[in-house]
């Protein structure tokens, strides 16, 4: 099966702009995570959707958002960007969502925020 | 919400000697903790986990300790290789169904195996 994938790889943003990435998890996936890779704050769980719901959502502004298909494949989007949000993003995907799930992680999208 | 902690930050090692890493977590209703090893420029990919029935679970040089009482547990890689330098995280999660499986991580520790 292929893996997760995201799209696109590496992004360059100004502030006040907006962004939206890409995600398709592996075939038969229905839960998809994102996350939030930072030197400082380390891997920080953005939100999950499950059948085209938010099922959970972590600490961080409503700037960030996001959206799942029919398909199961996903959306983040950030608006107003800030300097701040220069960071990998990963998406993870796993079948059920279930506790005992493996999240299988994508390559992530590096945005640069100039 | 849960806090975990990661203990030591940089581990280095030389070949052949046995590696740990530390994980303290503060939800006592955590119960399923994954470890995922980073390579350079890669993807985070799971290497062990355990589940809190459990209180040991070994894969081949990996093993993981879990000790529910204090709320910690442990990464053990024997014998180690210059393949193993990474970043390894741990994480933990709660076992609720209406929890998904939303992953707190620890803050990772950076791996270097000396030849």
């Known amino acids: 099966k292929a893996g997760v994938t995201q799209t696109p790889r590496y992004l360059i943003k100004t502030r006040g702009q907006q962004v939206t990435l890409s995600c398709s998890p592996i075939?038969?996936?229905?839960?998809v995570s994102w996350y939030q890779q930072t030197p400082g704050q380390g891997l920080q769980f953005l939100f999950e959707y499950f059948s085209e719901t938010q099922r959970n959502k972590g600490n961080f502004p409503g700037r960030f958002s996001g959206r799942q298909f029919s398909n199961s494949r996903s959306e983040m989007n950030v608006s107003t960007l800030e300097l701040g949000d220069s960071a990998l993003y990963l998406c993870?995907?796993?079948?059920?969502?279930?506790?005992?799930?493996?999240?299988?992680f994508g390559p992530g999208t590096r945005l640069t925020v100039l | 919400g849960e806090n975990v902690e990661q203990h030591p930050s940089t581990l280095s090692v030389q070949e052949g000697d046995s590696a740990v890493i530390k994980c303290t977590y503060s939800?006592?209703?955590?119960?399923?903790f994954p470890w995922y090893k980073q390579e350079l420029g890669k993807r985070p990919q799971l290497i062990i986990d355990i589940r809190s029935n459990v209180g040991e679970k070994k894969d081949q040089r990996i093993a993981v300790t879990l000790n529910k009482t204090a709320k910690h547990f442990s990464l053990h890689i024997t014998e180690t290789q210059p393949e193993d330098s990474a970043v390894y995280f741990c994480?933990?999660?709660?076992?609720?169904?209406?929890?998904?499986?939303?992953?707190?991580f620890g803050g990772g520790t950076r791996v270097l195996v000396k030849p």
């Open positions: 994480a933990a999660s709660r076992g609720i169904k209406a929890a998904g499986n939303k992953l707190t």
């Open positions: 939800d006592s209703a955590s119960n399923y």
């Open positions: 075939s038969g996936h229905r839960s």
């Open positions: 993870a995907s796993s079948l059920e969502g279930q506790w005992t799930d493996t999240q299988y």
